[in-house]
């Protein structure tokens, strides 16, 4: 057996030992509960996940191979989805065909901003080694395939839906920071302003 703890000081281990056994016990509990408790089964949460699928194989059939990184058809597709919701989004083309988008949804103020981070290009494919198009976003056996389908057009898929669910839902409250030094229910926001 491997001490993983070996280079750490007494209560570094211990601090480690801790954070381990927490994460053990919180896998556990999600592989115990049943399904209906760990995934709500009411009909947002269903959209949002049915929504998620769709943009990440959306975004997976846009080619942002990099090099040349080509972001700008991607950032494109983001901005149109967020526009549709009424939200403030912005595309910028830092060089030609490499793109930024930038969206925010303004807060209340009372607390601290959230920012949502991921990149849109991918690296480079020897199609000649994948059994399937890497740029279909195909769906088999419940799996999105394709290249960025991991990383990282899932975070820009899982931002997007998370961008969209508190206008959709007309509700802040959707995030619980319990545990975070906050109460559990308070408002969180995309933005301090």
């Given at each position: 057996?491997?001490?993983?703890?070996?280079?750490?000081?007494?209560?570094?281990?211990?601090?480690?030992?801790?954070?381990?056994?927490?994460?053990?016990?919180?896998?556990?509990?999600?592989?115990?509960?049943?399904?209906?408790?760990?995934?709500?089964?009411?009909?947002?949460?269903?959209?949002?996940?049915?929504?998620?699928?769709?943009?990440?194989?959306?975004?997976?059939?846009?080619?942002?191979?990099?090099?040349?990184?080509?972001?700008?058809?991607?950032?494109?597709?983001?901005?149109?989805?967020?526009?549709?919701?009424?939200?403030?989004?912005?595309?910028?083309?830092?060089?030609?065909?490499?793109?930024?988008?930038?969206?925010?949804?303004?807060?209340?103020?009372?607390?601290?901003?959230?920012?949502?981070?991921?990149?849109?290009?991918?690296?480079?494919?020897?199609?000649?080694?994948?059994?399937?198009?890497?740029?279909?976003?195909?769906?088999?056996?419940?799996?999105?395939?394709?290249?960025?389908?991991?990383?990282?057009?899932?975070?820009?898929?899982?931002?997007?839906?998370?961008?969209?669910?508190?206008?959709r839902s007309g509700n802040r409250r959707f995030l619980s920071t319990e545990g975070c030094g906050q109460p559990s229910g308070e408002k969180v926001s995309s933005s301090g302003g």
């Amino acid at each position: 057996m491997y001490n993983i703890f070996a280079m750490a000081s007494a209560s570094t281990t211990e601090k480690m030992k801790k954070a381990l056994t927490g994460v053990v016990r919180l896998v556990l509990l999600f592989a115990l509960l049943p399904p209906a408790i760990v995934w709500p089964q009411d009909k947002q949460w269903r959209t949002s996940s049915e929504d998620t699928v769709k943009f990440l194989r959306d975004l997976v059939r846009i080619d942002t191979t990099n090099p040349p990184g080509n972001e700008m058809a991607a950032a494109a597709y983001i901005e149109r989805v967020l526009s549709a919701a009424r939200i403030d989004a912005r595309t910028i083309e830092c060089a030609p065909g490499r793109a930024s988008i930038i969206a925010r949804i303004k807060g209340t103020g009372r607390a601290r901003p959230v920012i949502l981070m991921a990149h849109m290009d991918v690296v480079e494919v020897e199609r000649d080694k994948w059994s399937f198009d890497p740029f279909a976003g195909e769906l088999r056996d419940g799996y999105v395939l394709g290249r960025g389908a991991a990383d990282d057009k899932a975070m820009l898929a899982a931002n997007l839906e998370i961008m969209l669910l508190p206008k959709r839902s007309g509700n802040r409250r959707f995030l619980s920071t319990e545990g975070c030094g906050q109460p559990s229910g308070e408002k969180v926001s995309s933005s301090g302003g």
